[in-house]
DNA sequence: TCCACTTTGTGCGTGCATTCACAAGGGCGT
DNA sequence: ACGCCCTTGTGAATGCACGCACAAAGTGGA
């Protein structure tokens, strides 16, 4: 644990790897809150719900962290996985729709705590701007490029209606925003150095509606496979 | 389009193809509306951001429901993915936690509109209990067992905080509910024969962030990949 | 110093997912 | 009735992901 320079591992995570890494990231946390000071893939991998090879193989990703008969360093992991993530530096984030949705996003406190800043809460509702939530006072859609711009937001999150989705999206991508986590029901279409990422609570019901009808389905042979990947 | 038997195809429906086909009947209900009569896999794979290959193959793992030469029938295809995605009877959903998410999602018209009726709003907060939200009161959770099996619920939501989602977790998997879709931020534990689904804001801004940085770490040379699947 | 024990890092086999490319099939105009 | 054109459905190739199993490596005790 010297600090040597451990090869910083050609660039090529990958994405199913980057995925899993937060998970492993929340486990972490939760080890130190508790003062363990080192942990095993195995318990890690226990705590965060996956094959204790995968988490290995994963971590092998970043560089070489462990130690041989006595596992990971909870505080250096934390660092290593938290500056692969990009998460040792701080991201705005501007809020597009000050619905239901957007609301309960602005209002919840889970995301100042890994390094994302809420810039800006956007609406086209002349009734909804000015009024404060979660601290913020709701700006105007007008104000998107200002916005932007000002607080150089990075990444964004969309929770319009369907309809305005694609058109708020075309702004914040010509704004400069590469980044979209997108909540409206629909397909973004964006340059190729775009990343989307989506939230669709309709779909998610979906595919549980669909296992739940196999399973009632009772057909022959128990033969449904074990619990989704969590 | 007459009612024949098409061989309802062995079960064995890919993990990732039934991901997908919710997505394709959002598609197609959107044709539908435009009064599309029908459509052909590539004009289908465009608007539902896929691969046309892809989408005929998955498709294809439903049965031979197009026509070689002129495509899908719309309404058809609608019908035969609704039915195998389980959409044709409607689901009782609970919901756990009414607070800025819980009452986000009860008020979310985008349910119903496509079977899931919420039968239920539960929160531990005796000051939240009895309110009513998006037509619904809000019941103790002390009650969970008893509409479980009242309102014949098979799909939970849960949107409690994170220390509290085990335990709700555990007590919906001892009335019998099968399926979790879960918010909390946390890897829950259940028997083989539930499913869980998890939805994770702050994994996704984790994932995007990542991208991000990569984008801007200039690193030698312009590699970096395309947009993430959608 | 040496040995037994623990745990990492990874080579390898297996299976799933994606995509290409094309033969088979169906409609339509002549 | 025939042949052209369009689109589906799928064989085959490639690549990614997962998990086993083990050699390599580090620890601690004697
Ligand atoms: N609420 C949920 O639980 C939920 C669940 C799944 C999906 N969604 C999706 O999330 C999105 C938002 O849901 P909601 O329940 O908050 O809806 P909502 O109607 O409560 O809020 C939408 C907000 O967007 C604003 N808006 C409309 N057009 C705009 C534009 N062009 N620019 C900026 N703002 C604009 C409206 O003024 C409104 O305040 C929808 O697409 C919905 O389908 C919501
Ligand atoms: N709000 C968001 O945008 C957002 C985003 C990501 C994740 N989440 C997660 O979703 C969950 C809910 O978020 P929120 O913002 O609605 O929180 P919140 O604090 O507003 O609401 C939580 C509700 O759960 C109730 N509750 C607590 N313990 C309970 C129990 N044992 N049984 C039943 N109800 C109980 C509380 O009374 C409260 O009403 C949290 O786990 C949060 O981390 C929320």
């Known amino acids: 644990m010297t600090s040597r320079t451990p090869r910083p591992r050609e660039r090529g995570i990958p994405e199913a790897t980057v995925a899993r890494l937060p998970l492993y990231l929340r486990a972490l946390h939760g080890l130190s809150e508790r003062g363990t000071p080192t942990v095993s893939s195995e318990e890690l991998a226990s705590v965060a719900g996956v094959n204790s090879a995968k988490l290995r193989k994963d971590l092998s990703h970043l560089g070489s962290y462990g130690t041989r008969g006595v596992g990971y360093?909870?505080?250096?992991?934390?660092?290593?996985?938290?500056?692969?993530?990009?998460l040792t530096q701080d991201w705005s984030v501007a809020i597009t729709g000050a619905g239901?949705?957007?609301?309960?996003?602005a209002n919840y406190g889970g995301f100042g705590t890994r390094g994302f800043r809420i810039a800006a809460l956007l609406d086209a509702d002349p009734a909804m701007v000015g009024h404060e939530v979660a601290g913020l006072q709701v700006r105007?859609?007008?104000?998107?490029?200002?916005?932007?711009?000002?607080e150089n937001v990075s990444i964004c999150v969309i929770a319009t209606p369907a309809a305005a989705a694609q058109g708020v999206c075309d702004r914040f991508v010509g704004a400069g925003v590469t980044s979209i986590l997108n909540f409206a029901p629909m397909v973004l279409n964006v340059p190729d150095h775009v990343d989307v990422r989506k939230v669709d609570l309709s779909i998610e019901l979906q595919i549980l509606a669909f296992h739940e009808q196999r399973k009632a389905g009772g057909d022959k042979g128990p033969e449904w496979v074990g619990a989704l990947d969590q």
């Open 73 to 86: 360093d909870v505080e250096y992991l934390i660092y290593q996985i938290s500056r692969e993530l990009g």
């Open 100 to 105: 239901n949705l957007g609301r309960a996003l």
């Open 140 to 150: 105007h859609i007008d104000t998107l490029e200002d916005v932007v711009a000002k």
